[in-house]
T-cell receptor
Framework: KAGVTQTPRYLIKTRGQQVTLSCSPISGHRSVSWYQQTPGQGLQFLFEYFSETQRNKGNFPGRFSGRQFSNSRSEMNVSTLELGDSALYLC????????????FGSGTRLTVV | GQQLNQSPQSMFIQEGEDVSMNCTSS?????WLWYKQDPGEGPVLLIA?????ELTSNGRLTAQFGITRKDSFLNISASIPSDVGIYFC????????????FGKGTKLTVNP
């Protein structure tokens, strides 16, 4: 079966712009979580969605937001981009409201210039 | 907040050697997970541990859930070149906070 699909794989944006990243979970998975990965901070939890509801949120500013659609696909949005937002953004899906059986996508590499 | 201290940060070994890395925390976790990440890819789950004291193997990999529930280790025996990558530990609590807390990773280099 297809894995977790993240699009686009690479993105270059300018400071002040906004960006939307997409994640299609494994078929049948209803939980989607987003993580930011940087060399300095490692993997940091952004938020988790289950059945279109945000269940958990990490310690990120309000510029970071997300949503989940009825087909479990999820998007995350970052507004007013800053240089420090440059990172690999990873999405993970699982069957239920739990990270047991998490499967990660390959990520979207965002570069802010 | 919860933090995981993963060590070592990096390792350079010869093919065939055994490898050991560990994670410690000041917090108790109910689940410990070990992931491997190859360049340009997302982390892939290697081993999941659900009970204190549990010792689980996956091929040449062995991981243990510490009895205090505050630590875990991963051993790789007879390393091979394809073991190269970054290994992450992750802990999970329950009770409403299901997010994973990750260590900073151990970068493994295997010299053939």
């Amino acid at each position: 079966k297809a894995g977790v699909t993240q699009t686009p794989r690479y993105l270059i944006k300018t400071r002040g712009q906004q960006v939307t990243l997409s994640c299609s979970p494994i078929s049948g998975h209803r939980s989607v979580s987003w993580y930011q990965q940087t060399p300095g901070q490692g993997l940091q939890f952004l938020f988790e969605y289950f059945s279109e509801t945000q269940r958990n949120k990490g310690n990120f500013p309000g510029r970071f937001s997300g949503r989940q659609f009825s087909n479990s696909r999820s998007e995350m949005n970052v507004s007013t981009l800053e240089l420090g937002d440059s990172a690999l953004y990873l999405c993970a899906s699982s069957l239920g409201y739990s990270s047991y059986g998490y499967t990660f996508g390959s990520g979207t590499r965002l570069t802010v210039v | 907040g919860q933090q995981l201290n993963q060590s070592p940060q990096s390792m350079f070994i010869q093919e065939g050697e055994d490898v050991s890395m560990n994670c410690t925390s000041s917090s108790i976790f109910n689940t410990w997970l070990w992931y491997k990440q190859d360049p340009g890819e997302g982390p892939v789950l290697l081993i999941a541990l659900y009970k204190a004291g549990e010792l689980t193997s996956n091929g040449r990999l062995t991981a243990q859930f510490g009895i205090t529930r505050k630590d875990s280790f991963l051993n790789i025996s007879a390393s091979i070149p394809s073991d190269v990558g970054i290994y992450f530990c992750a802990g999970q609590t329950q009770g409403g906070s299901e997010k994973l807390v990750f260590g900073k990773g151990t970068k493994l280099t295997v010299n053939p």
